[in-house]
Structure formats: structure tokens, C-alpha cells
């Protein structure tokens, strides 16, 4: 069981920086395939970024590459995502999410593939 919970939303201008914290409990977080998702009100959830267990294996979705890094930090059971040159259309709601399936399983791109969800941080750039 991993519960997870995420930080560091907020309200910036566009090209500024956020950087999202998400904490796990549990004793299986280092093991774990980390991904953060983003998701717009009714719209489908949106693979962001991605990262193995070991933090050796990464991906990111096109819209965010050279602008987003996801890291992690398994002694301190938390997982990250450095946003730069924020723009508008990034405004939304972001989720991590864990798990148990192996990064080189493929599905880490694919909600489906995840066993635990955060509650979500808010995501505000203005223009």
C-alpha cells in the first residue's frame, strides 16, 4: 500500500517555475514506477512524466520536454516535478501516481498502468 500526497501547486506567470512534491508512505515507494498526470476538467488524464525506480529510466511527454524534470528522492519517499517556462495551456490539475509494474513494462505512460493516485495540486499560470 502506498498513499501519496502532493504539494506545491499555485498561481504563477507564465515562464516562471513551480516545483511539485509528492510524499509516499509505504514501504514499496523506492520500488515503485513513479509517473505524474495532469488532468483538465473533462478531459481525460494526460501522461506528463515518468520515472523508474531507481530514477536511471525517465519520459516525458512532448509538450513538456525541456521545460519539466521528474526526480526522486527514495530516502525521503518523495517524488518531483521541476517546471520551467511555465505557459497558460499548462494550467491544470497535476497527480502522481505509483507503481508496482516495472518502468520497461511500457505502461508508464498509461493511468491504467498505475495502483495509487495523489489527491492533485492545482496548477494555475496566468498570461
Known amino acids: 500500500q502506498v498513499q501519496l500526497v502532493e504539494s506545491g501547486g499555485g498561481l504563477v506567470q507564465a515562464g516562471g517555475s513551480l516545483r511539485l512534491s509528492c510524499a509516499a508512505s509505504?514501504?514499496?515507494?523506492?520500488?515503485?514506477?513513479m509517473g505524474w498526470f495532469r488532468q483538465a476538467s473533462g478531459k481525460e488524464r494526460e501522461f506528463v512524466a515518468a520515472?523508474?525506480?531507481?530514477?536511471?529510466?525517465?519520459d516525458y511527454a512532448e509538450s513538456v520536454k525541456g521545460r519539466f524534470t521528474i526526480s526522486r528522492d527514495n530516502a525521503k519517499n518523495t517524488v518531483y516535478l521541476q517546471m520551467n517556462n511555465l505557459k497558460p495551456e499548462d494550467t491544470t490539475v497535476y497527480y502522481c501516481?505509483?507503481?508496482?509494474?516495472?518502468?520497461?513494462?511500457?505502461?508508464?505512460?498509461?493511468?491504467?498502468?498505475?495502483?495509487?493516485w495523489g489527491q492533485g495540486t492545482q496548477v494555475t499560470v496566468s498570461s
Open positions: 509505504g514501504r514499496t515507494f523506492s520500488r515503485s514506477t
Open positions: 501516481a505509483a507503481s508496482g509494474r516495472p518502468y520497461y513494462s511500457g505502461t508508464y505512460y498509461d493511468p491504467i498502468g498505475y495502483d495509487y
Open positions: 520515472l523508474s525506480w531507481s530514477g536511471g529510466n525517465l
